[in-house]
C-alpha cells in the first residue's frame, strides 16, 4: 500500500510538474528558435553542401587516377593473312596457286604432273603460313590503370575554384541572413505575446472597474439616485469590456502558438514570457552607426559582393574556351591475349605516357559567351551601387522611426498620467455625487483608451529599435 502512494506521489508530481508553464526569456527563445528550427538545419545542410562542393572543385587540381578493365567474347578468331592472295604468278590460296599468266598455263599443259605436285606445295605451304597468323580472339581480356593530370586548361580549374568559394561563402551569408530574419520574427512574436498579456490584464481592470460601477449604480437605483437608463449604460460598458477581455484571451492564445512556433516548441506548450522583459525599457538614443561599417554588415551587399565575384569568374570559365588546353595520361595497360607475343594465350603488360593539346581557332560561341559574361558582371556592379543607396534610405528611416516611436511613447505615457488623474478625479466626484455614472464611465473609458495606447507605443518602439538593429547591421546572432 505504501509503495502504491508512492507510485501515485510520483506520477501526480510528475503531472503537476508537466502542467506548469515553461517560462521564457527573451535570450532563450532566441538560442531554441536558431537550434532547434527546420529553417536552421536547412540552412547548415546547405553550408555543408556548398563546402564539400568547393572541395569537389579543389580537387580537380590533382591528378585523377582510374582503373577500367574489358572482357570480350567474339565468335571468330582474327587472322592476319587472306585465304586466297593475288600474285604475279597466279592466286596463292589454301587449295594451292591458280596461275593466271598465260606462258604459265601453257607449261602447267605441257607439263601437268609437276605443275600439280608445285600447286600442292603452294598451296600447304600457304596453308601453314596462314594457320600461323591466326588470332584466337574468342576471350579477350584487357585491364588498365592510368593517371590524368590537367597541366593547363585555360584556367577553368582555377575560376571554378573561385566560383565555388564565393558560392560557398554565400550559402554561408544566407545562413546568417536566415538566422537574422528569425531572431526579428521571434521578438516580434515574444513581444506580441508580452503586449496582448497586458491587454489581457488591462482588460481585466476595466472588467472590474465596470462591474464595480455596475454594484455602485444598482445601490444607487435603489436610493432612487440612478435611473434605469444609468444601470443599461453600465450594462452595456460591462458588455463591452467583457468582449474586449475575450478577445485578449484569444489573442494571448493565438500569440501564444506563434512563438512557439518560431521556436520549435509544441504549438500547445503553455509558455510564459519571463516579466522581467519589460515594454518601458530605456530605449536607443545613439544613432551614430558609420554609413561604411552599416553596409559591411549587411548580408544584401555581402551576397551581392559574392555575386559580383562569381559573375567575374564566370567571364574566366568563358574565355577559358579561346585558351589551349594540355593534359597529361600515363597508364599501365596489360591484355590477353598478349599484344607483345604474337597474341598469346599469356597476360602482359606495358607502360604509355602522352601529353594532349587543343589550340582552338575559331570559336565563336566562346567569344560571344565571354561578352555575356562581362555584361553580366556589369549588371551585379549595378546591383550594388542601386543596394547601396537603398541600405543608405533604410538606415535614416529606421533611425527616424525609432526617435518617433520613442516621442510617441513619451506621449502615450503623459496621456496616460492624466487619464488615470481625470479617472480618480471622477471617482472621487461621483462618490460625491456630482459626477453621473455617464461621466465616469467616460473617464474609465479614456483611461482605458489611454492605457492601450501605451501599451501601444510600447510594443512599437521594441518594433522600431529590432528592424533599425537589423538595417544597421547591430542585430547579434547567436552561433
Sequence with gaps: MKRLLIVLSGILLGCAMYAQPVVLTLDSCRRMALHSTVKSRIDDENVLAAKYARQSVTARFFPQVSANGVYLWNSRHAHLLPQTMETRFGTMGLNGLTYNNPYLQIAEQLYPDAAQSINQTVGSLY????????????????????????????GRIIFSHKMARSIERIAQINAHKNKTDLVVEVEEAYWRVISVREKQKLAEQYVALVKQL???????????MATSADMLQVKMALSEAESMLAQAQNGLVLSKMA???????????????????????????????????IKSHREEL?????????????????????????????????????VADGFKKTFEGFFSAGLAVN?????????????????????????????????????????????????????????????????????????????????LMKAQ????????????????????EITYKKHTGQLLVDN
Design 127 to 154: 596453308g601453314d603460313v596462314y594457320r600461323r597468323f591466326d588470332l584466337d580472339m574468342t576471350h579477350v581480356l584487357v585491364g588498365q590503370v592510368g593517371v590524368v593530370q590537367p597541366v593547363y586548361v585555360g
Design 445 to 464: 473609458t479614456a483611461w482605458n483608451k489611454a492605457y492601450t495606447g501605451e501599451i501601444d507605443a510600447a510594443i512599437a518602439l521594441r518594433m522600431a
Design 214 to 224: 455596475e454594484e455602485e449604480v444598482s445601490l444607487a437605483q435603489e436610493e432612487g
Design 359 to 439: 589550340i582552338p581557332i575559331a570559336h565563336a560561341s566562346d567569344i560571344l559567351a565571354v561578352r555575356a559574361a562581362k555584361h553580366k558582371a556589369k549588371s551585379v556592379e549595378l546591383q550594388i551601387e542601386e543596394a547601396q543607396q537603398k541600405i543608405e534610405l533604410q538606415a535614416t528611416q529606421s533611425a527616424q522611426k525609432v526617435i518617433e516611436a520613442s516621442r510617441r511613447l513619451v506621449a502615450s505615457k503623459t496621456a496616460l498620467a492624466h487619464s488615470e488623474e481625470i479617472l480618480r478625479y471622477a471617482q472621487d466626484s461621483y462618490a460625491e455625487g456630482v459626477l453621473t455614472a455617464t461621466d
Design 259 to 293: 512563438l512557439c512556433q518560431a521556436v520549435g516548441l509544441p504549438l500547445n506548450t503553455d509558455i510564459y514570457p519571463d516579466d522581467k522583459a519589460q515594454l518601458d525599457s530605456v530605449p536607443l538614443t545613439d544613432f551614430s552607426a558609420d554609413l561604411e561599417q
Design 302 to 338: 555581402q551576397l551581392l559582393g559574392e555575386l559580383h565575384n562569381v559573375a567575374k569568374s564566370g567571364v574566366g570559365l568563358a574565355a577559358a574556351g579561346l585558351q589551349p588546353n594540355i593534359v597529361a595520361s600515363a597508364n599501365y595497360v596489360i591484355t590477353n591475349p598478349n
